[in-house]
């Protein structure tokens, strides 16, 4: 299993940015899906960005125009850079990682790390 450590989160007033990162404790090119998800009180958690199928970039509606996913393969890191933050963005996001072996899909997840966006 990939152990995925992140950072960057906290607190914002509406309008501002936040950038997260998520380390893999592999070589991304041993990941097949890597980005991160989000979960608010309430609600089931959502995909907010990922790359899939290698560089293959995957946006949610909400998402799209505002954030921005990374890739820094020298460090085994995702990065979610989050401009025009909303209230409606303060959730738990979570990093999330696929592998795959054998036919056999993976999914190994980081224990996330909390953005308020408030003023």
């Given at each position: 299993?990939?152990?995925?450590?992140?950072?960057?989160?906290?607190?914002?007033?509406?309008?501002?940015?936040?950038?997260?990162?998520?380390?893999?404790?592999?070589?991304?090119?041993?990941?097949?899906?890597?980005?991160?998800?989000?979960?608010?009180?309430?609600?089931?958690?959502?995909l907010v960005?990922?790359?899939?199928?290698?560089?293959?970039?995957?946006?949610?509606?909400?998402?799209?125009?505002?954030?921005?996913?990374?890739?820094?393969?020298?460090?085994?890191?995702v990065h979610l850079q989050?401009?025009?933050?909303?209230?409606?963005?303060?959730?738990?996001?979570?990093?999330?990682?696929?592998?795959?072996?054998?036919?056999?899909?993976?999914?190994?997840?980081?224990?996330?790390?909390?953005?308020?966006?408030?003023?």
């Amino acid at each position: 299993q990939v152990q995925l450590v992140e950072s960057g989160g906290g607190l914002v007033q509406p309008g501002g940015s936040l950038r997260l990162s998520c380390a893999a404790s592999i070589s991304i090119f041993s990941i097949n899906a890597m980005g991160w998800y989000r979960q608010s009180p309430g609600k089931e958690r959502e995909l907010v960005a990922a790359f899939t199928s290698g560089s293959i970039t995957n946006y949610a509606d909400s998402a799209k125009g505002r954030f921005t996913i990374s890739r820094d393969n020298t460090k085994n890191t995702v990065h979610l850079q989050m401009n025009s933050l909303k209230p409606e963005d303060t959730a738990i996001y979570y990093c999330y990682a696929r592998t795959v072996l054998g036919g056999t899909a993976y999914d190994s997840w980081g224990q996330g790390t909390q953005v308020t966006v408030s003023s």
